[in-house]
């Protein structure tokens, strides 16, 4: 059984339902959390070694990967224009994804560096 749809039998020995755990039964928040503990204590924090330096870390690898991947295309989408395979206007679009992702690489590079 769910522990969050179904609790202990209180006095008339009928089951707690969901739309009886909002406060309608007149239980305290201490009665709850001992019925069904949750882990929003400072000290039960799930990650405790991801601190906003390696979070702006991760995120400037992840945008480093995909702002290659973008270049990449915009050669290609570059080379089909001149070839004349590709249409212009995917140059246009091409030229704005590029444009998108250099400047969310520079934020992020600028706000790893921003971190102590």
């Known amino acids: ?3 969050a749809l179904v609790g202990r039998p209180d006095a008339s020995g009928r089951h707690a339902r ?3 755990q909002n406060g309608a039964t007149g239980r305290t928040s201490k009665e709850w959390k001992e019925w ?6 400072a000290e039960s ?3 405790p070694t991801m601190s906003l330096k390696n979070a702006a870390l991760l995120a400037l690898i992840g945008i480093v990967l995909l702002t290659v991947l973008v270049v990449v295309g915009f050669i290609s989408t570059v080379l089909g224009v001149m070839r004349d ?7 246009l679009t091409s030229l704005v ?5 250099l400047s969310v690489l ?4 600028v706000f790893y560096q921003a971190q102590s």
């Not at 395979?85 to 140059?91: S, T």
């Open 1 to 3: 059984m769910l522990p």
């Open 18 to 20: 969901c739309c009886q």
């Open 36 to 41: 069904f503990p949750l882990a929003n204590d």
């Open 45 to 47: 924090i799930h990650t």
């Open 85 to 91: 395979l590709i249409p212009a206007m995917a140059l």
């Open 97 to 101: 994804h590029l444009f998108a992702s």
């Open 106 to 109: 520079v934020f992020f590079y």
